[in-house]
């Protein structure tokens, strides 16, 4: 990837990206908060299309930019306070530190190591070798999932139902 | 200028200690699990990101990108769920206020 159009575009994303996370942990408005996080996902949704996951991106508009957003949206409108919504705890300064400290060691985690990259070109198309993978080599995490699903889905409604 | 592994292992780590700081400092369960849902995200850029330069012929990060992902959808479905049930209970969504089980 060493066209310089493609390097201005990751940069760009990433930057959208990164400051509509940062605004979903600093606005006080909660509403706000998952609008940017929308924001956020759509731009992770881009960084998926720039390492050729074209099946990911579809799946990441559609569930978190769409299902997930308007999930946690929902939940916003039924239960909120608006006066003190988006405010710190008392762990501020701690929590940013422990934060600042986890960035480091990432980073230099991701540094230091030598990682085996391979030179051979990415798939053109995931699609289909993705549904081909689910359904043969990963059929039993997949019907496990399946199951975590109805159970998740049964769960809320047992959870949230009034009585 | 080309844009490799480590400028995503980069994005990846940096969404990933922003979600973390949400999480910690954050009072209102909502947006907890907002920073939840950046996290996961994080790792998700993480692992197509190796599913790219890495094995870029197997799609290996990419399924287990899409695991991350349902799991994630049921987590939210669930944890809004149980917010909603706490609010009609104690008419509140601050995390400092939920401490019955607390020693």
């Not at chain 1, 530190?97 to 980073?107: E, G, R, S």
């Given at each position: 990837m060493s066209d310089p159009v493609l390097a201005g575009v990751f940069y760009l994303v990433a930057a959208l990206t990164v400051a509509s996370a940062l605004g979903v942990v600093l606005t006080r408005n909660i509403l706000y908060a998952a609008l940017f996080l929308v924001v956020s996902f759509a731009?992770?949704?881009?960084?998926?299309?720039?390492?050729?996951?074209d099946f990911l991106a579809a799946v990441q508009l559609l569930i978190y930019a769409g299902a997930i957003a308007v999930l946690i949206i929902f939940a916003i409108m039924m239960t909120q306070n608006p006066v003190k919504a988006g405010i710190s705890n008392e762990q501020r300064w701690p929590a940013f530190?422990?934060?600042?400290?986890?960035?480091?060691?990432?980073?230099a985690g991701a540094t230091a190591t030598v990682w085996p990259l391979s030179s051979l070109a990415p798939l053109e198309a995931t699609t289909a070798p993705l549904g081909k993978l689910l359904l043969n080599e990963f059929v039993l995490p997949f019907e496990v999932v399946s199951v975590l699903l109805v159970a998740a889905m049964i769960g809320a409604i047992v959870i949230s139902r009034e009585d | 200028m080309t844009i490799g592994l480590g400028h995503f292992l980069a994005l990846g780590a940096v969404l990933f200690c922003i979600g973390l700081y949400g999480v910690l400092a954050k009072r209102n369960a909502i947006i907890i699990l907002?920073?939840?849902?950046?996290m996961f995200n994080a790792v998700n850029v993480t692992l197509v990101a190796f599913s790219r330069f890495i094995t870029p012929n197997l799609l290996t990060g990419q399924v287990f990108a899409i695991f991350v992902i349902t799991v994630a959808a049921a987590e939210a479905a669930v944890g809004l769920g149980i917010i909603i049930c706490l609010y009609r209970h104690r008419e509140t969504v601050d995390a400092e206020q939920f401490n019955l089980m607390k020693w």
């Open positions: 731009g992770v949704a881009a960084v998926f299309v720039l390492l050729n996951a530190i422990l934060a600042a400290l986890m960035l480091v060691v990432l980073l | 907002m920073a939840i849902e950046l």
